[in-house]
């Protein structure tokens, strides 16, 4: 499966969500870490849907940038 993240600057350090599964949040140093912490989290948070019998949501959210003047 493949979901939608978003990591922002949170000024000392980076955050991360996919906003396809509430509450599925990390955060981490760097970027990067940050990005492998979301990803763990995702791997994470699937593995207790599956547990509890639940749904996996299917992922929806798509992400495109713009570009404005400045």
């Known amino acids: 499966m493949r979901f939608a993240i ?6 000392n350090n980076f955050s991360a969500y996919a906003p396809d599964l509430p509450g599925c949040v990390a955060t981490g140093a760097t970027f ?3 990005e492998a ?7 994470f ?3 207790g849907l599956r547990e509890d019998g639940l749904p996996i949501p299917q992922p929806r959210s ?3 940038y713009i570009e404005v003047a400045a």
């Open 37 to 43: 912490e979301i990803r763990g989290a995702i791997e």
């Open 62 to 64: 798509q992400v495109e």
């Open 45 to 47: 948070h699937l593995a």
């Open 32 to 34: 990067e870490e940050a």
């Open 6 to 11: 978003v990591i922002e600057n949170a000024g």
